[in-house]
């Protein structure tokens, strides 16, 4: 199966290298698209061995996503997995996809934190519960964890669903779109790591746009 594997960055010059050094672990298509960054994400990423895509200007991490899915389709691959690049996500977990994806062929697999959320912010655990619960009713199937940039998302998705958004509320976009157009969505378990990561998601702006996401979708 030909994946690539997908890393939207801003500001993470800190983490980024060991994040794409340990993704090249599985394979060697590894992209990050850097999100206007002001720092050395983009030198370090590339440094460190992975294709580089810029943006000039911060556009949203669905904007980031946008751009990345674009690559893996004019590049013909067959699905991209998705990661985030401040380390909260454990490369070693990719395998789990893999097997997934080869056993049962979802549209989508989620990578779940919710088995143990002991160590998750309290604002995280609300947020994610919540988010999961409006999004599992919206796409008319069970969404465990919402929030999780950790995903296997096949050609076949990229393909069908055309994203609207350009902030935190595209991944919610995404999950409600290919539901609908017909996609079965699946999840299956990864590590749940903290360290001194600062979430960029801002509670009330993201909170109100995720709002707006789900009025409209009552449109679609």
């Given at each position: 199966m030909n994946v690539c594997i997908l890393i939207p960055a801003y500001n993470e010059s800190r983490t980024i290298g060991q994040v794409v050094s340990k993704a090249r672990?599985?394979?060697?298509?590894?992209?990050?698209?850097?999100?206007?960054?002001?720092?050395?994400?983009?030198?370090?990423?590339?440094d460190s061995g992975a294709i580089v895509l810029k943006h000039e200007v911060n556009?949203?991490?669905?904007?980031?996503?946008?751009?990345?899915?674009?690559?893996?389709?004019?590049?013909?691959?067959?699905?991209?997995?998705?990661?985030?690049?401040?380390?909260?996500?454990d490369a070693d977990d990719i395998?789990?996809?893999?097997?997934?994806?080869?056993?049962?062929?979802?549209?989508?697999?989620?990578?779940?934190?919710?088995q143990d959320i002991s160590t998750m912010p309290p604002i995280r655990k609300f947020t994610n519960k919540l988010t999961s619960f409006v999004g599992s009713v919206l796409a008319h199937q069970e969404i465990k964890?919402?929030?999780?940039?950790?995903?296997?998302?096949?050609?076949?998705?990229?393909r069908a669903v055309k994203l609207e958004t350009t902030r935190y509320e595209a991944e919610s976009e995404l999950l409600?779109?290919?539901s609908r157009a017909g996609f079965r969505i699946s999840s299956v378990p990864i590590k749940?790591?903290?360290?001194?990561?600062?979430?960029k998601i801002n509670p009330v702006a993201d909170t109100c746009r995720f709002l707006r996401l789900l009025f409209r979708s009552l449109r679609w």
């Open positions: 672990r599985i394979t060697d298509s590894v992209v990050v698209v850097d999100d206007g960054s002001q720092d050395d994400t983009a030198r370090i990423a590339q556009s949203g991490k669905g904007a980031a996503l946008g751009t990345g899915f674009q690559y893996v389709l004019d590049h013909g691959y067959d699905a991209v997995i998705t990661m985030d690049s401040d380390g909260q996500h395998t789990g996809f893999l097997e997934a994806f080869s056993e049962n062929g979802p549209g989508i697999i989620i990578g779940s934190r919710m964890d919402s929030q999780s940039g950790f995903r296997l998302i096949s050609s076949g998705v990229l409600i779109k290919a749940t790591i903290y360290g001194q990561e600062v979430s």
